[in-house]
Structure formats: structure tokens, C-alpha cells
């Protein structure tokens, strides 16, 4: 696989109300045209690119600086999931979220232990992949149903006493996280603006000592913060 830029530009933040610009990896031309449809028909989604390979989804990605990559699991010249680390080089704050024919608990582990924002299934709906795409632009997580928690169980934990520095909201906080929610549901959940929900997942995250909300989940899982 082709080493990724060092150097690249760290990426600009998204500004309210900007549309989600995408880089699309998929080497079959029917699947990519309807995913391409499926997206470019919202008013907030704009695919601004796609590539037929590995290679291409390195250059594509530090030429286009996406907010997204919708990257299919199988390409000619490699896995995708392997590529998830280098196209992160490549476009520093872009998110990844994996395609796939099919999937289990174990490829989802190793989505998550890449770097990878999400994985979805291709027999999915169009608007799960939509959904999707929004949650992982927000800096959430989207995994198809029944892979999300199992994946978790089998990524590596930590052991230190990490329970009694959460507050009573952060803990639910911490659990909704578990449920697999994302911000705006944990937002609607606790009643809260969506700018304190976010304020409350950023602290369990920093007192997790997780870089993601996936790790989080994986770290209170282990830790039995979570059942």
C-alpha cells in the first residue's frame, strides 16, 4: 500500500449549515451510482469525488480533504479496512465509514481498532447509510445493528479505578453511549441543548482517557462501568 502524505494540512472545521462534502471508494460502478444518488438527493450531502482503488482513495482523499470517506470493505489492490489508518494521514480530520457485503462483530473490532468511525452493511437501507454519513460527520459512531456491542467486547481494556471520577449525568451519559446513541439522541434524551450533551460526552471521554466514543464504551465496558 502507497505510504500516505506526513505533512498534509490539518483539515478546516465544518461551519453550521455547510454541506457534507464525501469522497466515495467503491470500485463497482453500479453500487457506487446508487450510493452517489442516495447521497447527492439530500439537501446536506455532496459527493465530491470517488475512487476506483487504494491508491486512488489516498491521493483523492489529501486532494479533496472530505469530511467523509464511504469506503467499501473489498478493492482491487487491497482491504479497506487496512487503509482506514492511512487515509486518515493522508486527510487529518477526515472520518471513515466502512461498506460491507457482510460483516461480524470481529470486523467490526477491527473497523473500530483502525480508526474507523462506523460499518455498515450494503444490504442496508439508503437511509441508514444517509443517517450514517451525518453521525460520523458530527464526530459520532454508526455500526449496523447487533455489531456495535459484541465488536466492543473484543477490543482491548484498561484497569484502573475509573468509575468514581464520573459525575451522576456523565454515568448517563456513559450509558447512553452504550446503547449506541449518538449526540442529537443523547441530546433529546436528557433534555439538554445539543452543545451541553456534547459537553458531557467530551469529559467522559477525557476521564476515560478514550480518544473516541467507541473507545469509551470499550473502556467502561472492561472497566464494568457499563453491563
Do not use: C, W, Y
Not at 494521514?89 to 477491527?110: C, H, I, K, S
Amino acid at each position: 500500500m502507497p505510504s500516505a502524505p506526513r505533512h498534509a494540512p490539518a483539515a478546516a472545521p465544518r461551519r453550521a449549515n455547510e454541506r457534507i462534502t464525501i469522497l466515495l471508494v467503491e470500485d463497482h460502478d453500479m453500487v457506487a451510482e446508487a450510493i452517489r444518488l442516495a447521497l447527492d438527493r439530500t439537501d446536506d450531502l455532496d459527493v465530491v469525488g470517488r475512487s476506483l482503488s487504494v491508491k486512488d482513495a489516498l491521493a483523492d482523499a489529501a486532494r479533496l480533504r472530505p469530511a467523509v470517506v464511504v469506503l467499501d470493505r473489498r478493492l482491487p489492490d487491497g482491504d479497506g479496512i487496512a487503509a482506514i489508518g492511512p487515509i486518515k494521514a493522508a486527510a487529518p480530520g477526515t472520518r471513515v465509514l466502512v461498506l460491507t457485503g457482510e460483516a461480524t462483530p470481529a470486523v467490526a473490532a477491527r473497523v473500530a481498532a483502525a480508526g474507523g468511525s462506523g460499518l455498515l452493511l450494503k444490504i442496508g437501507s439508503l437511509d441508514e447509510l444517509q443517517d450514517g454519513v451525518r453521525l460520523v460527520a458530527a464526530g459520532d459512531v454508526a455500526f449496523s445493528k447487533g455489531l456495535l456491542g459484541e465488536a466492543l467486547d473484543r477490543l482491548t481494556g484498561r484497569s484502573s479505578d475509573l468509575g468514581g471520577t464520573l459525575t451522576p449525568r456523565e454515568r448517563e451519559t456513559l450509558g447512553l453511549l452504550g446503547e449506541g446513541l449518538g449526540t442529537p439522541e443523547i441530546s433529546r434524551r436528557l433534555g439538554v441543548a445539543l452543545n451541553t450533551a456534547r459537553n458531557h460526552v467530551q469529559r467522559v471521554l477525557e476521564k476515560l482517557g478514550a480518544r473516541s466514543q467507541l473507545e469509551a464504551v470499550a473502556v467502561a465496558r472492561r472497566e464494568g462501568l457499563l453491563q
